[in-house]
């Protein structure tokens, strides 16, 4: 088993590199915001209890994230796990493959987290307006809590992962071939009910909170529209665009092979960060909530910023890597159109098509309500001039670096398995 996992780190080092930086950025902002939840004490009144609930969100948040990550990297290890639920192993091998390959890479992460976090806070207290105190022992026991049980949140995932696949490999061994009747071509074509309500009623979120955003006598309840156009527009996304590929399907798309394969990439896409975005939806309006309380506090003012700042870091590392796990699974489509005759500068475009649409269903179209929601509360004075250039900058700059890096992506990756014939015989 050992040998076993030597070759696999071996074969796999860049990706396990990419996770291993991908923890030590999240485990370190985990540290800082422990960091500064550590220095306020409850008994102080609410202004504390809010002082200590923005970090906590963020911590919280940073630990769901890591657990999305370790399922993300659960999904190039299937035909792994597969590998070594046939060769035989016992439950007692596959509790230290676990442990060694998943609990050793997370300590590693974690204790690297954990010295950039002093550094990155040192950084803080030279540059940031308000000194925070902190107690080491005290963040080092959280820091220690939260990791053990990312630990044992991990193991239970890892291994009920190794039950499903051992289930299935069962039952495809054990099933025995039944007499099949024949088979009616003739389907009969269901009346699609159920998505032209849940279109209607995702139109309707989206109306409402535009007008709920356009009138600034409800300014207090921004955050909650904010909720709304999300919600409709991952809706749309994810129930509305599928409905109208098959509608369309015949009468239009057939026609048009290039935007069929555009809609249905873009799909593919938002399924695939649907949950990222989900946690980005209700991140960015809890922290606007925060900012609207207008709390005169020079602690308040730094400990909302730098909260902000870091768990949107978070949300982009992790839309990195998501996409970084998902990549290899486009190289057999780009296989298969260069065998059905699609030249070079065809695919690349196709994919560039696909990057500029999910920027804008994904990253523009929000950010346009969010920086409508920002400067309506500025207009009520419920925001400062120089927040609302911070949270709206901030948030434009990521997600257009992230869309930059999803085109650079594809062109890579395009040119990479295009011209390698590798790819054609193994199909990788």
């Given at each position: 088993m050992f040998d076993y996992l030597k070759k696999i780190i071996k074969s796999q080092w860049k990706m396990y590199s990419f996770l291993i930086l991908i923890l030590l950025c999240l485990s370190s902002f985990e540290f800082v915001l422990l960091c500064i939840y550590s220095c306020f004490e409850i008994n102080q009144?609410?202004?504390?209890?809010?002082?200590?609930?923005?970090?906590?969100?963020?911590?919280?948040?940073?630990?769901?994230?890591t657990l999305l990550m370790n399922n993300y990297f659960l999904e190039s290890?299937?035909?792994?796990?597969?590998?070594?639920?046939?060769?035989?192993?016992?439950?007692?091998?596959?509790?230290?493959?676990?442990?060694?390959q998943f609990g050793v890479l997370f300590l590693i992460g974690d204790f690297l987290g954990g010295v950039l976090g002093i550094g990155l806070m040192k950084i803080i207290n030279l540059y940031s307006k308000y000194y925070f105190y902190y107690i080491y022992d005290r963040v080092f026991c959280l820091y220690i809590a939260f990791f053990i049980c990312k630990i044992i949140y991990i193991y239970m995932i890892n291994f009920s992962q190794f039950i499903q696949i051992k289930m299935s490999i069962s039952d495809y061994?054990?099933?025995h071939q039944q007499k099949t009747s024949k088979?009616?071509?003739?389907?009969?074509?269901?009346k699609p009910i159920k998505e032209i309500l849940i279109t209607i009623l995702a139109v309707l979120m989206i109306v409402f909170s535009l007008q709920g955003l356009f009138q600034i006598e409800n300014s207090?309840?921004?955050?909650?529209?904010?909720?709304?156009?999300?919600?409709?527009?991952?809706?749309?996304?994810?129930?509305?665009?599928?409905?109208?590929?098959?509608?369309?399907?015949?009468s239009y798309l057939l026609k048009n092979?290039?935007?069929?394969?555009?809609?249905?990439?873009?799909m593919n896409l938002s399924k695939v960060l649907g949950s990222i975005v989900y946690v980005l939806s209700v991140v960015v309006p809890v922290c606007l909530v925060v900012y609207f309380l207008k709390i005169n506090s020079?602690?308040?003012?730094?400990?909302?910023?730098?909260?902000?700042?870091?768990?949107?870091?978070?949300m982009f590392i992790c839309f990195i890597l998501r996409f970084q796990v998902y990549l290899p699974q486009i190289h057999q489509e780009i296989v298969v159109k260069k065998a059905l005759g699609f030249r070079l500068k065809?695919?690349?475009?196709?994919?560039?098509?696909?990057?500029?649409?999910?920027?804008?269903?994904?990253?523009?179209?929000?950010?346009?309500?969010?920086?409508?929601?920002?400067?309506?509360?500025?207009?009520?004075?419920?925001?400062?001039?120089?927040n609302m250039l911070l949270l709206s900058l901030s948030y434009l700059i990521l997600f257009l670096i992230y869309g930059c890096y999803i085109n650079y992506q594809y062109q890579k990756t395009i040119k990479e398995v295009y011209f390698n014939v590798k790819y054609i015989n193994r199909s990788e």
């Open positions: 009144g609410i202004d504390t209890i809010l002082l200590r609930f923005i970090p906590t969100l963020g911590v919280f948040a940073s630990m769901f994230l290890k299937k035909e792994e796990f597969s590998i070594i639920l046939l060769s035989g192993c016992h439950n007692r091998e596959i509790i230290f493959y676990i442990i060694v061994l054990t099933h088979v009616s071509f003739k389907i009969k074509k269901q207090t309840l921004l955050p909650i529209y904010f909720i709304f156009f999300l919600m409709g527009e991952l809706i749309l996304i994810n129930t509305t665009i599928p409905f109208m590929y098959d509608l369309l399907h015949d092979p290039k935007g069929l394969m555009v809609l249905s990439y873009v020079l602690a308040y003012v730094s400990v909302s910023n730098i909260s902000y700042i870091m768990m949107l870091l978070m065809e695919i690349q475009s196709i994919y560039r098509d696909v990057a500029v649409v999910f920027v804008l269903l994904i990253d523009i179209f929000p950010f346009i309500l969010y920086g409508t929601m920002l400067y309506l509360a500025y207009l009520q004075n419920q925001i400062t001039y120089n």
